[in-house]
């Protein structure tokens, strides 16, 4: 039983830290082995053509410590069942000094009417998109693809010849740098400043830092260290009470067994071999085992958040591995030491003469003082037990207290990460939706929607019960510099009233401004304040980062119907976003509007999302596994009691002692540390709480109110305390009814 105890928990606390160990130590080493393979652009920039000449860029950037372009880009609109646009450069080769594009699949376009795509080779081979050799549409003209290549600086969509660009009247130009010094964001905006001194600053549509780009690709692994790395040292402590635990008890239980093999001739350093070898053992295979599942899942988790950037298959650090296999073995044999230093100081006969019982009057003071209170006998018994051996007492009430720890940290996780999820996706914020169809790629109604805009709009408000309405309507655009699109969400009407949480500066109240998520101005490197351009269909439009709300999306922007009006003035409303008065019939709401135009249709509500639900299964799993193991170390140690005290138990049953009573003595021993270990575990999981919850907020990307990080009423903390005695009762019990059963003449055999 001890084995497997031992084994068990020192295997999944390996596998915890090897996890976190890996995730933070390859976080971005994937991503820059990439950049410095293709010697990746620290700074993509875009600049107006009609402000700036490719003479004044050119002359610049020769600040910089290597310099691609100038090249002509823009963006062409597409045609068929493909992405709206493509973000094009016309580039006449994929070498060059900055930004070496990995041509994998077919050539490089050298005639007109050729493209080249970006495509990451790890990309699967979507129904619908382009083929080696098949044709697009773009900006109004066909290509042919002649060949896939990849941008690990994610500088465009596609290429062209420069002779082709030029003949579709680029919009902008395109500079890749590399500067000498590129390692913070400072560095980056000083390279910045330097390449665009004596340049208009009008002339800047757009930048990229690949500094975004890498905490981009980092934050899905870096959300899961903190918690991992607090479960996998609240295993490992857990692991190292309970070997200490095992080891005290076996000397003490085996004191006949140590005079004996020191009566045979083993030296007091053997002996002390012997009991760090029984330890040493199923640590090392447990570690073992931990080490390649560890691997396995970090692994597999790493692949997939580096996959975009052709790493391919992504282990754990060498290190990480090597530190693991010595270290984890290492810390559970120095746990046992000094229990195992006990068994080598005994001399044989010492250790033959003593018991194994506890010493005469250790707790009688405590036993006395229960004896005289109006407990049941059994009862005052069992609370007079754990003073018997206050050393093994001391190591399993700290078990325990973990194990309240991991349990009060698990809750404060998944209400806070509940919670957020809940404000970020607006869950039950909006009591109904009415969609009037996907909109079209040129003006007029949608299919589905039989009335105009202004006349469904008219037909909502008027119905029954309504109190407020949202209209918007969602459109793909480019910022300027950067490669991938975003969805503007453009709004009109009550859009304050569609519950989302504002956390800084405001909503936007006039044509160029827009709000974004704390996740989106990370990935590019903005702040409050700052300019983009967008763009979409041959228009550019530059909005000012007015406010920042609370949402998941880092590829979704919040706008106003103002502004679309500058990029798409017949464009309608897709969506309609209502709330009604308490009490009003939602269907009779839905009639109401079908009947004036039966063309919209109800739309689905928010859901809370399914990665909150991954990480509260993940921390739901590990508590369980860590209570598990607080509760086997309390097993472990009513095991040793109840050996140690069999003639006790005997006495106390022949004279009247039923099992019942012998069963409730022993539980309320370790019940009474479970309420000890539930008042000391409490205060350490809430300070736990406070540290992990922001670290996994930073490493996501997110914004957290202080708000969320109060979640822990006082009717909770009461329950909380319940479950150091839920653990510790867990434990004590099937030892208990064990002992329950021994018969008197069992315990006069043993004698």
């Not at 050298?110 to 050799?133: F, M, S, Y």
């Not at 005289?372 to 206050?390: E, V």
């Amino acid at each position: 039983m001890q084995t497997v105890v031992i084994s068990v928990v020192v295997l999944l606390s390996t596998t915890m830290i090897v996890v976190a160990l890996g995730l933070l130590a390859a976080s971005s080493g994937p991503f820059d082995q990439a950049y410095a393979k293709q010697s990746g652009a620290q700074l993509t920039a875009s600049y107006d053509r009609s402000k700036v000449t490719d003479a004044q860029l050119t002359q610049a950037a020769k600040s910089a410590a290597a310099v691609a372009g100038p090249f002509a880009q823009k963006t062409l609109e597409l045609g068929g069942p493909m992405a709206d646009s493509l973000d094009t450069v016309g580039r006449a080769d994929p070498g060059g000094a900055v930004d070496r594009l990995n041509v994998w699949q077919g050539r490089w376009a050298t005639k007109t009417g050729e493209i080249v795509l970006n495509r990451n080779p790890t990309d699967k081979n979507r129904r619908g998109a382009p083929q080696l050799n098949g044709t697009i549409t773009a900006g109004g003209q066909t290509f042919t693809v002649v060949g896939f290549a990849y941008s690990v600086s994610q500088s465009a969509d596609a290429w062209v010849t420069p002779e082709q660009l030029n003949a579709l009247r680029p919009t902008s130009t395109q500079m890749l740098y590399r500067f000498t010094h590129a390692d913070t964001n400072a560095e980056v905006t000083a390279g910045q400043e330097a390449v665009t001194q004596g340049i208009p600053s009008s002339a800047v549509i757009g930048t990229q830092s690949y500094l975004a780009l890498r905490a981009q690709v980092a934050a899905q692994p870096n959300t899961f260290v903190p918690f991992l790395m607090v479960f996998g040292w609240l295993g490992l402590a857990v692991a190292v009470l309970i070997v200490a635990n095992v080891v005290s008890g076996a000397v003490v239980a085996g004191f006949k067994h140590i005079g004996i093999l020191k009566a045979l001739g083993f030296t007091p350093t053997q002996v002390l071999t012997v009991y760090l070898g029984m330890v040493s053992i199923p640590a090392v295979i447990g570690c073992a085992g931990g080490v390649v599942l560890g691997n396995v899942l970090a692994t597999s988790l790493l692949t997939k958040a580096f996959e975009n950037y052709g790493a391919g298959a992504t282990s754990v650090p060498v290190w990480v591995d090597v530190a693991s296999l010595l270290g984890v073995p290492g810390l559970v044999a120095l746990s046992a030491l000094v229990p195992a230093l006990r068994a080598r100081s005994l001399s044989a006969s010492q250790a033959i003469s003593a018991g194994s019982a506890p010493r005469a009057g250790r707790g009688l003071r405590v036993q006395r003082w229960l004896s005289g209170t109006r407990l049941p006998r059994s009862t005052s018994l069992g609370l007079g037990l754990p003073f018997a051996r206050p050393g093994r007492t001391a190591l399993t009430l700290a078990a325990i207290v973990l194990g309240v720890t991991s349990v009060t940290l698990a809750v404060g996780l998944g209400k806070s990460l509940t919670t957020y999820q809940t404000a970020a996706s607006r869950v039950n914020a909006v009591d109904l939706t009415m969609f009037a169809g996907p909109t079209g790629p040129g003006p007029g109604a949608p299919p589905g929607a039989k009335l105009s805009d202004t006349e469904d709009e008219a037909a909502v408000r008027s119905a029954p019960g309504v109190s407020s309405v949202a209209a918007s309507t969602d459109l793909p655009m480019r910022v300027a510099g950067a490669q991938t699109d975003v969805r503007v969400s453009f709004y009109r009407g009550d859009f304050q009233q569609l519950g989302f949480l504002m956390l800084e500066g405001r909503w936007f109240d006039g044509p160029g401004q827009v709000v974004v998520s704390e996740r989106f101005l990370q990935q590019r490197g903005l702040k409050l304040g700052d300019t983009i351009t967008l763009q979409a269909q041959g228009k550019s439009v530059r909005v000012q980062i007015v406010g920042k709300a609370m949402y998941n999306s880092g590829d979704e922007v919040l706008s106003n119907w103002s502004t679309l009006a500058l990029v798409a003035p017949k464009q309608r409303a897709n969506l309609y976003e209502i709330n009604v008065k308490p009490g009003t019939d939602l269907d009779a709401v839905v009639k109401a509007v079908q009947a004036k135009d039966s063309g919209l249709a109800e739309g689905e509500g928010q859901d809370a999302g399914t990665f909150v639900a991954v990480v509260v299964a993940t921390v739901v799993l590990l508590t369980l596994m860590l209570g598990t193991v607080a509760a086997l170390g309390v097993f472990n140690t009513v095991v040793l009691n109840t050996r140690e005290r069999r003639r006790d138990l005997g006495m106390l049953k022949s004279i009247g002692m039923t099992p019942a009573q012998v069963t409730v003595m022993v539980v309320t021993s370790m019940s009474a540390l479970g309420v000890v270990g539930g008042l000391l575990g409490i205060p350490l999981g809430v300070i736990a709480h406070r540290l992990v919850v922001p670290a996994m907020a930073k490493g996501a990307q997110i914004e957290l109110p202080a708000f969320m990080l109060h979640v822990y009423p006082v009717a909770l903390l009461v329950l909380l305390v319940l479950a150091g005695v839920v653990i510790a009762a867990a434990g004590a019990y099937f030892p208990a009814r064990t002992a329950a059963r021994t018969t008197i003449a069992q315990v006069l055999h043993n004698e």
